[in-house]
């Protein structure tokens, strides 16, 4: 049993969780893989590095789309004329594109944008460390809860 109830662990962590739902939804499930099989808070801390990483270069790479509604988007990741897959929704939204600059053939089509995740902040990564040296199992329950839909992307 964790140190902390499975509810503390989603509120305290909902930035990494984030960023592995984002990777998960993206179809990059070793990250969450080898968080769920972590052994010790060396392996927690490089899991952690190498999808904040991962997620960073996507941010650098990203897109920002304006849709015929007038909102502006941050993909990092698209799929074009695709349907949101159901293993995505929280993470991807259909989009018909208005305005794409850089890109300027997805104007007009329908895409998936998969929305670029906000980064943990530096206190929420050192809490988990923290937790991690401690306690695995919150480590594992973060990648579990990475795995399920969020409550926003639920209908």
Do not use: W
């Amino acid at each position: 049993m964790s140190s902390l109830t499975y509810t503390d662990i989603l509120k305290k962590f909902r930035g990494v969780i984030s960023v592995l739902r984002y990777l998960a939804a993206t179809r990059q499930f070793s990250y969450v893989d080898r968080l769920a099989a972590a052994m010790s808070p060396d392996e927690v801390r490089a899991v952690i590095i190498e999808s904040l990483r991962t997620i960073r270069s996507a941010i650098d790479s990203s897109i920002e789309i304006r849709d015929v509604e007038d909102h502006i988007h941050r993909c990092c990741d698209i799929g074009e004329g695709e349907a949101i897959p159901p293993y995505a929704e929280g993470v991807a939204i259909k989009v018909k594109v208005k305005e794409c600059r850089g890109r300027r053939e997805l104007e007009g089509r329908s895409i998936v944008c998969y929305v670029c995740p906000k980064l943990p902040s530096e206190y929420e990564v050192a809490n988990l460390l923290d937790y991690s040296t401690k306690d695995l199992e919150v480590a594992r329950t973060i990648a579990a809860y990475a795995l399920t839909l969020s409550y926003t992307g639920t209908r």
